[in-house]
């Protein structure tokens, strides 16, 4: 087993990543000092069906509580991070308060269980403890690190939120084995993202590999996963409160990614992972356009790495209009100026403010499918 500390003073914790860490999360929570506090899991059906015998049978041994929280099964995951299902959260959490119980949170699953049970154990009682077991490569590489935490809104995704950082985020890998092909390609999008922005030597991996060659090496997978979840925390402990203009270049590709899913009206249309592909190589068009991008051969390169791993070069279902009104909500506009963050050259970004609204326009007419 791996542990990244993520070290934020009295807000640190760290990082496990192995293989079959599950069948001893007990001992994991007990000498985290977790097991006395009473749990409330947060999971979805599919998801829970897989590890109940595993965590149940661990927590049973060292006799920690918990109650189950499923999410409901609508059109897509991200459907279900509303303001009406994080209610019921915290409805929950209430429901259990008193009687001297010591309540926490545990969020079983992707991005969407992560962010909703952070944005409840943030708020509810001005903050109370809660644990990542990340079950997607999207989570597990990045959701889960870093404490972002939120609810969508019909305008845009995460408008309601805030950063809390978990009591320890668990990562097995071995978890991720149940995960059917399109998860896989949408948890490599993010992958794809730290090569870009900064492993240089990652994204020739990425690059020579592809999806099966690397999912059939374990040694060089989890490689790929601790290197991700490093590259997270060194940046988290940077600028956690994403202040200082340095976390903000883990969102390359997030804005036009962010903006196709509510346009999509966060539909199975697309992932998130398959958005952010796209929304990268969106970046790349605007900074050739504004000659920012100093490498000519970059945005091809891109192109055919997201190939090997199943992810699409443009976006369909949706108009160009729709999508820059989208971004128009974008939560990293400042007094009404867009950022981006924008490829200057393999493993280097810069942020590029107040880009006109015609060449976004342009770039996104370019990627329409």
């Known amino acids: 087993m791996k542990t990244i500390p993520v070290r934020l003073k009295e807000r640190s914790y760290d990082i496990l990543i192995g293989q079959n860490l599950l069948g001893s ?18 999971s979805q059906k599919n998801i829970w069906a897989l590890f109940e015998k595993k965590i149940s049978e ?22 279900c991070k509303t303001q009406a299902v994080w209610s019921r959260l915290i409805k929950s959490l209430a429901s259990l308060d008193g009687k001297n119980r010591s309540l926490a949170l545990l969020a079983l699953g992707g991005g969407v269980v ?6 409840a154990a943030a708020v509810y009682r001005r903050g109370i403890p809660y644990v990542q077991i990340p079950t997607t490569l999207t989570a597990q590489v990045d959701s889960a690190i870093g404490g972002k935490t939120g609810v969508d809104l019909p305008e845009g995704k995460n408008l309601l939120g805030c950063i809390y950082q978990p009591a320890m985020v668990l990562s097995d890998i071995s978890a991720l084995s149940s995960l059917p092909d399109r998860h896989w390609s949408d948890g490599f999008a993010e992958v794809i993202k730290y090569g870009m922005i900064q492993d240089v030597s990652l994204f020739e991996l990425l690059e020579k590999t592809g999806l099966q060659a690397l999912r059939g090496d374990a040694e060089k997978f989890e490689e790929v ?22 976390r903000i270049v883990l969102n ?13 009206a966060y539909s199975r249309a697309y992932t998130h992972g398959e958005a952010v592909g796209v929304g990268m190589l969106v970046a790349c068009d605007i900074s050739r356009s504004l000659g920012v991008l100093k490498d000519a051969n970059l945005t091809q390169r891109l192109e ?12 369909k279902g949706v108009s160009a209009g729709q999508v820059l009104e989208a971004i128009g909500y974008d ?20 942020v590029v403010k107040d880009i006109p609204s015609e060449v976004i ?7 329409k499918g």
Request: glycine share 8%; with cysteine; aromatic share 10%.
């Open 25 to 42: 999360i007990g001992t994991s929570f007990r000498k985290a000092g977790l097991a006395d506090r009473q749990f409330i899991l947060v």
């Open 58 to 79: 661990s927590f049973a041994k060292e006799q920690i509580q918990y109650k189950l929280f499923l999410l409901p099964s609508l059109k897509s995951s991200e459907a």
């Open 114 to 119: 992560g962010d909703l049970t952070g944005f």
């Open 225 to 246: 996963i601790e290197r991700c979840a490093k590259i997270k925390a060194d940046t988290v402990e940077a600028d956690e409160f994403d202040k200082k203009g340095v």
């Open 252 to 264: 390359f590709g997030h804005t036009a990614g962010h903006a196709i899913e509510a346009a999509s």
């Open 304 to 315: 055919k790495t997201l190939m090997k791993f199943n992810l699409p070069l443009h976006f």
């Open 331 to 350: 939560k990293k506009s400042i007094q009404k100026k867009n950022r981006f963050i924008l490829p200057v050259k393999l493993g280097k970004v810069t």
């Open 361 to 367: 326009q342009s770039a996104l007419e370019g990627r």
